[in-house]
DNA sequence: CATAATTACTACGACAGATGAAGTAGTTTA
DNA sequence: TAAACTACTTCATCTGTCGTAGTAATTATG
């Protein structure tokens, strides 16, 4: 299992990640990054929505609704222009701080 | 530059790191992590003194003093037997953080 | 020789993101 | 008929980071 603290600065970027191949909402994205990670990683519900809200609050998603006439309402959501770059960005960081990490990781 | 959301869960094992080889002290570890990733990550005085004593009330690290006449009196830290195991777990959990992160890592 | 820079911290308050607990509301399964 | 699942929302709390500022001693600079 893996610490919140550790996953803290990609929350965002997997969410992102999860909406490039087009739009979703939460219980689903929820769902697929449990599966994803085998179990690996679960993001909590609170994390996962208000996550959310910060990510449309930056301008790099957008909500919308299907019209569905089935089901509690769900709030849908699509990546932007802005949230790719950003996305885009995470990941270069990312590989960065591998390197930087990796550097204090000693084998036994 | 990284975000230091991202190396948040790992601040304390960056300086677990860094006391493996032998007693040190603040100044001086920061100037190691600063050095060591070519400032490509500068840890924060606060950030890494309050590290110190969250570390230290864990038992992961001990504080002594040198006698030493000259200069400002330093705080010198060890690792403890309890800190190294810490340590040792964040190795194994940073990797399958890496292994989970990068499932959410596009290449373009 | 005065002052700036460096070394080596400490205190304090603010903030962002994660989380636990709890609740709402509709649908499907047992 | 109740439990489980889907799909959220609200709220209050906690932790770690960070900005600002201050203290105090030593060393470098002009």
Redesign the pocket.
């Known amino acids: 299992m893996i ?3 550790v ?6 970027t997997l969410i992102l990640y999860m909406l490039l191949d087009g739009e979703s ?4 994205i929820s ?1 697929n990054i449990r599966q994803l990670t085998q179990e690996k990683y679960i ?12 990510l449309e609050k930056n301008g790099y998603i957008e909500s919308f609704f299907q019209d569905e ?8 959501y699509r990546i932007t222009r802005l949230g790719l770059a950003y996305y885009k960005e995470k990941c270069e960081e990312w590989k960065v701080t591998q390197e930087v990490v990796n550097q204090f990781i000693r084998e036994w």
């Open positions: 610490s919140s603290d996953i803290r600065g990609y929350n965002d909402y939460g219980y689903e769902k993001m909590k519900e609170t994390t996962l929505y208000s996550a959310f809200t910060r006439s089935l089901g509690k309402r769900r709030t849908y």
